[in-house]
């Protein structure tokens, strides 16, 4: 809204501008300019979390889009229960870690001590 002031508000506008210290001159800023560069820094900071937030984001949705590719689908019930049975007979026909192991299955349990215990046989 751009309104015209009357004659008599204009002088005594005029004259608060002619009184008020510092509006004719340039005024000297330089004290302030520190409150500027923290400003800039703030800005820097705040952009730089949001630069790694839009990062993490977008690893966040190649990670989903990779997992999503690995996703099998099925058509019909049937179907997936026949790929669940070939899968679990294909895990029962795997040699199991025990069927290789190199370890005594008649050694006693080994029960830890501390040095300090002595050592009984039962």
């Known amino acids: ?12 506008m005029d ?12 005024v000297d ?5 520190w409150m500027g560069e923290e400003l800039d820094e703030f800005d820097k900071q705040v952009e730089e979390e949001f ?3 839009a990062f993490m984001d977008a690893c966040f949705e190649e990670m989903l889009a990779e997992e999503e590719a690995e996703w099998i689908y099925f058509n019909s ?10 899968y679990t007979n294909s895990l029962h026909n795997q040699k199991t870690p025990s069927s290789c192991s190199k370890l005594n299955p008649d050694a ?10 002595t050592f009984k046989h039962t």
Request: glycine fraction near 4%; hydrophobic fraction near 35%.
């Open 77 to 86: 019930v049937e179907e997936a229960m026949t790929a669940l049975y070939n």
């Open 108 to 117: 006693p349990e080994f029960i830890p001590r501390s040095p300090n215990s």
């Open 1 to 12: 809204m751009n309104m015209k002031l009357p004659p008599y508000l204009q002088h005594n």
């Open 51 to 53: 630069w790694e937030e």
């Open 15 to 26: 004259q608060i501008h002619e009184e008020a210290p510092g509006m004719g001159q340039d």
């Open 29 to 33: 800023f330089s004290e302030y300019v």
